[in-house]
């Protein structure tokens, strides 16, 4: 049962690694974040339960360097999501400072033989009140390392859904409603993760206010069978959420199957679901027209070919760009024939075509109609982009 979580969360890596990477690689930041946090979790049980002392000497403090890259893996995963690429910017590197402190911090306790760190495992698992004053070091005591990471992973956790939100708030990028479902569903997994870490922070802080050292170590906890449940929660939650796990195609989780299970007993409190029924069909034929076809890319492409070309009014058209993908046709058209023209840029085309040439491939009428919908969505004209991601 030690290593149930641990198995899971592997399991579960691989699982996003095949279903995601070809669509989007910054899957691996998500990765990083659920490898270290499950370890985490799991050096928290191992001190509290009492046994295998040998894995808690091979996992204390040896990770703590990873442990700190959990905030700075949360955002970029974030930022990457929404931006539909891999963000590996030069701004990474100054995210990647405090945990090559730590690092620094901890070298000495890495020189400590392995005999002599089974002792000192075996008084933190004992709850001797002298343990960390023989954790050598070699910048700063290693009670405040522990009080640095509970304290930047969470501030980090909490940056990350405020970009998310002010994201979203701006509407400076467009971003597709199956994106938004992920990034919501990750955000909830993250904070049903965080919330029991939270309780027993304050369970630990004041009913044993005199051994709150930030590991939570109680009596209440000790030898509890049923503690490694704790570590189970985040792999979980993931499971739950199967689109999460494989993607935005896959069916709903159980939790939703059965809420739809419940509402067909209902039928009269929901008058409106053969309308949102038809609206959903819509909207996919839509997109996978879209997709498909690059029809966008004709000049004159509008709103009035899609209806001939799938049979649907105008009217419901509109309402699709509307209320689902929560954008007008224009913008959304533009951002497809933006996304065509870095696609391009990304494939060595402005080394042999120029930006005007590039911006009629794309379906723009003119160079300065391409160059204001290039920078309403990239915040930058494509020469600059050019020169900071090629």
């Known amino acids: ?55 808690l000497a091979l996992l204390f403090l040896h990770l703590d360097a990873l ?19 891999l963000v590996l910017d030069w701004a990474l590197l100054l ?3 405090p945990a090559l402190v ?27 009140p002298s343990r960390e004053n023989n954790f050598p070091y070699l910048l700063f005591h290693y009670h405040w390392q522990k009080l ?3 304290a930047y992973n969470i501030l980090y956790t909490f940056t990350s859904f405020a970009y998310v939100i002010r994201v979203r708030q701006k509407g400076k990028l467009y971003v597709k409603r199956k994106v938004w479902f992920l990034l919501t569903r990750v955000m909830w997994v993250l904070l049903i993760s965080i919330v029991p870490i939270v309780l027993l922070a304050l369970y630990s802080a004041f009913a044993i206010p005199e051994k709150f050292t930030t590991s939570f170590v109680s ?57 949102r029924s038809l609206e959903s069909e819509d909207m ?17 492409f509008s709103q009035h070919d899609i209806s001939i070309a799938l049979n649907i ?14 954008a007008s046709f224009p913008l959304y058209r533009n951002t497809l024939r933006i996304r065509h023209a870095t696609d391009l840029l990304r494939e060595g085309a402005h080394l042999s075509t120029s930006i005007e040439g590039i911006a009629t491939l794309s379906g723009f009428k003119s160079k300065s109609a391409f160059y204001l919908a290039f920078k309403a969505l990239h915040g930058i004209t494509p020469v600059d982009w050019i020169k900071e991601n090629l």
């Open 313 to 326: 009014p105008q009217k419901r058209i509109t309402e699709c760009f509307n209320k689902q993908l929560k």
């Open 67 to 85: 442990f700190c890259l959990m905030g700075p893996a949360g955002l970029y995963y974030f930022q990457s999501v929404l931006k539909g690429r």
């Open 148 to 150: 640095f990471l509970l």
């Open 284 to 300: 996919q034929r839509i997109v996978a027209y879209l997709e498909k076809g690059k029809p966008y890319l004709k000049e004159d």
């Open 95 to 97: 995210h990647l400072i």
């Open 102 to 128: 730590i690092l620094l911090n901890t070298l000495p306790y890495y020189g400590v033989p392995f005999a002599e760190k089974l002792q000192f495992m075996a008084q933190v698992q004992a709850d001797d």
């Open 1 to 55: 049962m030690v290593y149930t979580s641990l198995f899971l969360t592997g399991l579960i890596s691989l699982v996003l690694l095949i279903y995601h990477w070809g669509e989007n690689k910054g899957v691996i930041y998500l990765v990083i974040l659920l490898v270290a946090a499950s370890a985490r979790q799991l050096v928290f049980l191992l001190i509290n339960i009492q046994t295998e002392t040998s894995l």
């Open 219 to 275: 009596d209440t906890f000790r030898s509890n069978r049923f503690f490694y449940l704790f570590t189970l929660i985040l792999p979980v939650s993931i499971l739950l959420m199967p689109r999460v796990l494989y993607g935005e195609n896959q069916k709903d989780s159980p939790l939703e199957r059965f809420w739809g299970w419940i509402k067909q007993f209902f039928p009269k409190g929901y008058p409106d679901t053969t309308q």
